[in-house]
């Protein structure tokens, strides 16, 4: 049975730093395109960023663009994301998801999985 779990949210002050983990039990997760979305209150889930292993290339929302960076930790079999500089309108549920066929992904194209979300609060 296929289980995404995500870590590492909490609440931090603007321009303060936070690393996201999402570990995979039921298959490789960091031999699969995934990705980091966000959902924040009242809006749309959003991607935020995803990595494809096989060129190791990556894609990253405007808004994330300079302050995020997506990584697999291969010891560990995690997907992370280190997030710097943070601002109010990061805060939001990050859910982790994978497979994806593509990254980025085709309009209307779901990862086949997703966690539970971790929450991240950017408050003063």
């Known amino acids: 049975q296929v289980q995404l779990v995500e870590s590492g949210g909490e609440s931090v002050q603007p321009g303060g730093s936070l690393r996201l983990s999402c570990a995979a039990s039921g298959f490789t997760l960091q031999s699969h395109t995934a990705g980091w979305f966000r959902q924040a209150p009242g809006k749309d889930r959003e991607l935020v960023s995803c990595?494809?292993?096989?060129?190791?290339?990556?894609y990253y929302a405007d808004s994330v663009k300079g302050r995020f960076t997506i990584s697999t930790n291969n010891t560990k079999g995690t997907v992370d994301l280190q997030m710097t500089s943070l601002k109010k309108e990061d805060t939001g549920i990050y859910y982790c998801g994978a497979p994806m066929l593509r990254c980025p992904p085709g309009l209307g194209h779901q990862p086949g999985y997703w966690g539970q979300g971790t929450q991240v609060t950017v408050s003063s």
């Open positions: 990595r494809r292993p096989i060129d190791g290339s990556t």
